[in-house]
């Protein structure tokens, strides 16, 4: 019976992740962005050292056209086809890491939904990077743990170096990841500290002189590899101008964080379903706390170290999120809370795991699993009722048909008209906008015909227009397509 249960249970989680994939991968994505659409535009050009980080930057490590490209040349597929596959690949591979650390069904059942089918307010950890940075952060957290349970020397040491070069890997992906190194360390030490005391834990009987200095040695190649891929990336001054906002940012950034919430919870938010959750949520914690169980069954440090990673984790996400510049530069945007929210989450998870099982604790699982559903729905009812959205990709599909074309557009309709066809369709911003990449401004102007689109930028198409230093004049009449307003340009003078 439990055999059959784990396999129903293992079955909901892959038809969870197939129904996420049918909704939030690049394909089927109806709110798919230009942002999101460089991973596309990049895959099937990908070049090392150029396209070592997000065009333009020296941030967000370009994990997934990396892999994706080595996938088109022995494959051919459509670019967008294998960005989204290698995107939820490696969400899979993260989240089943996880598993390692969670235990019963429910809580995989749980760790799945909120994984997989976040609320609206933290749908963009399956579209951008921060749920490849917690994914990789997770994968070598697996890694380490089959380095702590290993009693073969050799297997210790493989384990280990596994897990540091993909701590590598999640610093590249997000400078965040470095958050989840320094809580990893911060409960390492505590773990060492009262283990030690304890004859029966194996960090106390097992020297770590070894296992000390092949960290340090890949603390020095991630160093270096790190500061070399910077080096060859485009600085971004905005980055560079401190790590701490002043005081009066990080005020700013506590009122929008506090705003949002309380829309949220006086149902004026984007998404009244998101209200119920939240509401829900609280409700959970207070029974919690009203039936004080929370003080009793606290795990050990040294029974399960992970629970007090992510809650280390959880907090100093939110504390480095709330002080940071870059996110008081950028608005407090909700994206950055993401990572902080899944940390959050599964530390709960595990808390509720090492609860008795009591008919009082079937309730709350019962009552959190409600919660975390009406989360869910939050996050992807829109996109099926009233109406089903169509995907975005299926839109702009119609730019197959225009053959070898360049497009010069404002920023949010230019990559993402290219990302059907990224071979044959070059696009670039105006000459005013954000121009992420310079080297695609050349393969515009190199394309035997080329378009302009005005949905964002022009009120009108005029005669003539100067980009990059060229004059153009216009030619034909207007067209619609891709639900975009184009005309046909041509140079008239470099």
Not at 33 to 57: E, R
Not at 444 to 467: A, E, N
Request: hydrophobic fraction near 50%.
């Amino acid at each position: 019976m439990k055999l059959q249960s784990g396999i129903w249970n293992t079955l909901g989680i892959l038809l969870i992740i197939l129904l996420s994939f049918f909704t939030f991968s690049e394909f089927y994505y109806p709110l798919l962005t230009s942002d999101m659409a460089v991973n596309i535009v990049m895959t099937p050009s990908f070049s090392l050292p150029h396209d070592i980080y997000f065009w333009g930057q020296d941030r967000s490590g370009n994990l997934i056209p990396m892999i994706a490209h080595g996938l088109y040349v022995i494959t051919g597929w459509q670019p967008v086809v294998l960005v989204s596959i290698v995107h939820f690949f490696i969400l899979a591979a993260g989240f089943w890491a996880l598993t390692r650390f969670v235990k019963t069904a429910y809580g995989r059942f749980f760790l799945a939904l909120v994984w997989f089918f976040p609320p609206w307010h933290f749908v963009e950890f399956l579209l951008i990077l921060y749920g490849i940075q917690t994914s990789c952060v997770i994968l070598a957290l697996n890694l380490l743990d089959r380095s702590f349970k290993s009693t073969v020397q050799w297997k210790i040491l493989a384990w280990l170096s596994s897990a540091c070069l993909m701590f590598i890997v999640a610093v590249w992906v997000s400078d965040m990841a470095i958050i989840s190194i320094v809580s990893a360390v911060i409960v390492a030490v505590f773990y060492f500290l009262i283990s030690r005391k304890d004859p029966n834990k194996v960090l106390s009987r097992r020297g770590l002189l070894v296992p000390a200095l092949t960290v340090a040695f890949w603390i020095l190649a991630g160093y270096l590899a790190l500061h070399y891929a910077k080096a060859v990336s485009t600085p971004v001054t905005t980055y560079n101008k401190g790590l701490i906002a002043d005081p009066a940012a990080v005020v700013s950034t506590v009122k929008i964080v506090l705003g949002s919430v309380m829309s949220v919870l006086k149902f004026a938010s984007e998404s009244s379903i998101e209200s119920f959750f939240a509401w829900g949520f609280f409700a959970v914690i207070l029974l919690l706390l009203l039936s004080g169980k929370d003080k009793k069954h606290w795990p050990e440090i040294t029974e399960n170290p992970w629970f007090y990673f992510f809650l280390t984790e959880a907090l100093l996400t939110f504390i480095a999120v709330l002080l940071s510049s870059w996110v008081a530069a950028n608005g407090a945007e909700r994206r950055y809370f993401t990572t902080f929210f899944i940390s959050a989450w599964i530390c709960f998870i595990l808390y509720l795991g090492n609860l008795p099982k009591t008919r009082w604790k079937n309730w709350v699982l019962l009552i959190v699993g409600l919660v975390i559903i009406t989360g869910s729905l939050s996050g992807s009812l829109r996109f099926y009722y009233p109406e089903i959205k169509p995907s975005r990709m299926r839109v702009l599909s119609a730019m197959r048909s225009m053959g070898n074309i360049g497009i010069i557009a404002e920023y949010w309709n230019s990559y993402l008209t290219a990302s059907p066809d990224p071979v044959h369709v070059k696009a670039t911003p105006h000459d005013k906008d954000y121009v992420r990449n310079p080297y695609l401004v050349t393969e515009v102007f190199m394309q035997p015909k080329i378009y302009l689109i005005k949905d964002g930028w022009l009120d009108s198409f005029p005669d003539t227009i100067i980009q990059f230093g060229r004059i153009l004049r216009k030619k034909g009449n207007t067209i619609h397509i891709a639900d975009a307003w184009m005309n046909r340009y041509e140079v008239i003078q470099r």
